[in-house]
Structures are given as structure tokens and as C-alpha cells.
């Protein structure tokens, strides 16, 4: 059985100067941790000096998103080629930001996801419904769709370096997260869909992280779950003693 996964997305705070401190108090936290993978992904802007903090220590570094092309002519994007440049092993696709506030698509997500595992980069790759899709009995057609085109023309070999993300988008940052039974019923429905529809080996399995509103007092809850691979963590990943917390109950379900 492959360890719980805790990701820590950053998304757009943090200068260099705490985002390093950050990283070097989780380095020093983690140093003996046994039993989780923790990876956190800071902005672009700090990821090379946070870097040179990890490097050597188990945590992991991810980027949050990156362009498809490796290089070229697109003004204000960042190739997954300079993410590995700058020591990620990691990156998010797709997360709903990307989707509600920048229009990414599913097909944009299989660009994205065919070119990270070329790269060999990890990818997270975030599916969820909204609020409408889900009071309207949408939830599960809505994560089918996403998978579908975001999955398609995967090797075996690719399928098994796949981590989702199920990020119900009416659980970010709201402070009102899914029940550990609405996030395994998801997840199961995952499971399922990938094994017998797009053909994942039910043997190696996908990891499949919950996020929105985890924080250390509902994170044991949900991380008890055995459907529960890990967390994907916001706003609690930016305070170390919240995340730390986090992690600890992805150690001791
Ligand atoms: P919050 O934990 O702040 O709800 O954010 C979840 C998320 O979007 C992680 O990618």
C-alpha cells in the first residue's frame, strides 16, 4: 500500500522570504515523519529558492500549473520544462481555479497531463462539481465528463503515475467541507469509472486526494477513510502548525 499523499497548494500567497521560512520549518518538522509523502506547491516566484531549501529532504515541490508547450512564444506562461529546471517533481492540472477564473478545459487538462508524464513530472490532476451541478443531481456526470477527456489516450504504463484530486468547488475556501461519506462515495465512483472504463489496473490502483476546507480539525475524520489517499490542502497548508496538524492525521488515521 503506497502512503497517504498530503499536498500543501499555495496558491497565490507567500513572498520568497516566508515562503522559505515556511519550507524550512516543514523540512525540519518532517525530517523523521515515516509513513506520508508531503509535497507543497508554492508560486512560481519562489519556487526556485524554496528548492534549494527541500532539496535533499523528503518533502516535495509541485507546480500549480504550467503551459503545454515546452517552449515558445507565450507571453506570461511558464513550460513544465522550467518547473522541472527549478527541482518540481510534481504539478497540478486542472485545479477549479484554473477552470472558473482562466477557462481551462478537459482537453487543456489531457495537453497538460500528456506532457507532464513525457516529463516525468507527477500529475494531480483536480476534477469536482459546483454547487449547481451537485444540487442538481450532476455530481457524478459532471466528474465522469472531466475524466473522460481529461484521461483520454493514457498508456497502462502512464495510467499508474496518476494522482486525482477531488475538489468539490463549493468546499474551497468556504470553510464548509464534504462529509468523510459524500468524499467516499465520490471517490468510489472513481475508482470504479477508472478501472472499468478507462481501463486502470485495479491492482496498482490511483491514489485519490480530498480537498476544500481541510483543516486539523475535520482532516482526521476524512483521512480515517480507507477510499481517502491524502489531502490537497489550501489555505490551512499556509500555517505550519495547521498543516503540520494535517499531516499528522494522514500518519495516525
Ligand atoms: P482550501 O483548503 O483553502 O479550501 O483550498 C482547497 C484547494 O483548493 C486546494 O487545492
Same mark, same amino acid.
Not at 513572498?15 to 508531503?38: H, I, K, M, W, Y
Not at 508547450?69 to 506562461?77: C, I, M, N, Q, V
Not at 469536482?128 to 465522469?144: M, P, S, V
Not at 475524466?147 to 470553510?175: D, M, N
Given at each position: 500500500?503506497?502512503?497517504?499523499l /498530503?499536498? !500543501?497548494?499555495?496558491?497565490?500567497?507567500? $513572498?520568497?522570504?516566508?515562503?522559505?521560512? $515556511?519550507a524550512?520549518?516543514l523540512?525540519d518538522?518532517l525530517?523523521d515523519?515515516?509513513? /506520508?509523502e508531503?509535497?507543497?506547491a508554492?508560486?512560481?516566484?519562489?519556487?526556485?529558492?524554496?528548492? &534549494?531549501?527541500?532539496?535533499?529532504?523528503?518533502?516535495?515541490?509541485?507546480?500549480q500549473?504550467?503551459?503545454?508547450?515546452?517552449a515558445?512564444?507565450?507571453?506570461?506562461?511558464?513550460?513544465?520544462?522550467?518547473?522541472?529546471?527549478?527541482?518540481?517533481?510534481?504539478?497540478?492540472? !486542472?485545479?477549479?481555479?484554473?477552470?472558473?477564473?482562466?477557462g481551462?478545459?478537459?482537453?487543456?487538462?489531457?495537453?497538460?497531463?500528456?506532457?507532464?508524464?513525457?516529463?516525468?513530472?507527477?500529475?494531480?490532476?483536480?476534477?469536482g462539481? @459546483? $454547487?449547481?451541478q %451537485?444540487?442538481? +443531481?450532476? @455530481?457524478?456526470?459532471?466528474? #465522469?465528463? &472531466?475524466?473522460s477527456?481529461?484521461?483520454?489516450?493514457?498508456?497502462?504504463e #502512464?495510467?499508474?503515475?496518476?494522482?486525482?484530486?477531488?475538489e468539490?468547488?463549493?468546499?474551497?475556501? @468556504? *470553510?464548509?467541507?464534504?462529509?468523510?461519506?459524500?468524499?467516499?462515495?465520490?471517490?468510489?465512483?472513481? %475508482?470504479?469509472?477508472?478501472?472499468?472504463?478507462?481501463?486502470?489496473?485495479? #491492482?496498482?490502483g490511483?491514489?485519490?486526494?480530498? !480537498? *476544500?476546507? /481541510?483543516?486539523?480539525e475535520?482532516?482526521?475524520q476524512?483521512?480515517?477513510?480507507?477510499?481517502?489517499?491524502?489531502?490537497? /490542502? *489550501? +489555505?490551512?497548508?499556509?500555517?505550519?502548525?495547521?498543516?503540520?496538524?494535517?499531516?499528522?492525521?494522514?500518519?495516525?488515521?
Amino acid at each position: 500500500m503506497t502512503n497517504p499523499l /498530503v499536498i !500543501g497548494n499555495w496558491k497565490m500567497n507567500l $513572498l520568497t522570504a516566508p515562503a522559505c521560512e $515556511l519550507a524550512q520549518s516543514l523540512v525540519d518538522r518532517l525530517s523523521d515523519a515515516r509513513g /506520508v509523502e508531503v509535497v507543497i506547491a508554492p508560486p512560481f516566484t519562489s519556487l526556485y529558492s524554496v528548492s &534549494q531549501i527541500v532539496k535533499g529532504s523528503p518533502l516535495g515541490l509541485a507546480g500549480q500549473n504550467f503551459h503545454y508547450k515546452s517552449a515558445g512564444a507565450y507571453t506570461g506562461e511558464v513550460a513544465l520544462e522550467m518547473l522541472k529546471d527549478v527541482g518540481c517533481n510534481f504539478s497540478l492540472i !486542472g485545479h477549479s481555479e484554473r477552470r472558473s477564473l482562466f477557462g481551462e478545459t478537459d482537453e487543456g487538462v489531457n495537453k497538460k497531463i500528456h506532457h507532464a508524464m513525457g516529463l516525468g513530472i507527477l500529475p494531480i490532476v483536480c476534477v469536482g462539481e @459546483t $454547487l449547481e451541478q %451537485r444540487n442538481a +443531481g450532476e @455530481t457524478l456526470t459532471t466528474i #465522469e465528463s &472531466q475524466l473522460s477527456i481529461g484521461l483520454t489516450g493514457l498508456s497502462p504504463e #502512464e495510467k499508474t503515475r496518476l494522482v486525482i484530486a477531488y475538489e468539490p468547488v463549493w468546499a474551497i475556501g @468556504t *470553510g464548509v467541507n464534504a462529509t468523510p461519506e459524500q468524499v467516499v462515495d465520490v471517490h468510489k465512483f472513481i %475508482r470504479k469509472y477508472l478501472i472499468e472504463s478507462l481501463g486502470f489496473s485495479e #491492482e496498482i490502483g490511483v491514489r485519490i486526494l480530498y !480537498g *476544500g476546507s /481541510v483543516n486539523p480539525e475535520n482532516s482526521k475524520q476524512l483521512l480515517k477513510e480507507k477510499e481517502i489517499d491524502g489531502a490537497l /490542502v *489550501g +489555505g490551512a497548508s499556509l500555517n505550519l502548525e495547521s498543516f503540520c496538524a494535517i499531516i499528522n492525521s494522514a500518519i495516525e488515521p
